[in-house]
């Protein structure tokens, strides 16, 4: 049987490839090589992963627990200064923030929300140029909260 974990994950993960910009993992994905990772991730890296980076159980008045899930999420673009991958890869931030906003399907799927009292949506956390898979990439840590009660 999944955990509300593995089930709030996979929901994440098929909301992310549905925006189809890129291949997303519910997981990092290894290898002990730079060539075998360039092969999980594609020689044109575009895509990521998600791991869950924090979780919290409260007590309510009703006697029901609030479980609220914090997971980050890694997007990865390679860089291509002849295509202006910068704009392209700052325009697909956005877009993932649209496919939060206009869905319901983590709910619908797990009986919990990505929309509380302390966030609403994704949040970008920090974008920079990272060496990933031997490849120079863009890459985004971006959040987001979802709570369900227990």
Known sequence: MATNI????????????SAQLGTFYEKERFTKNTRD??????????GGYI???????VNDYDNRHVITLRFQIVYLL????????QLTFEDNLELFDDVFMTTDEIEAS????????????????DTQPVMFAGVLCHRALMNITVEYFE
Do not use: C, P, W
């Open 37 to 46: 990772m360039a092969a999980l991730y594609g020689e044109e890296v575009n």
């Open 78 to 85: 390679v860089f291509s200064d002849e295509n202006d991958s």
């Open 110 to 125: 797990t009986q919990a929300s990505h929309r509380t009292d302390d966030s609403t949506g994704l949040t970008v956390d």
């Open 6 to 17: 593995a089930k709030i994950s996979a929901a994440i993960v098929a909301l992310l490839n």
């Open 51 to 57: 791991r869950l980076s924090s979780r919290k159980r």
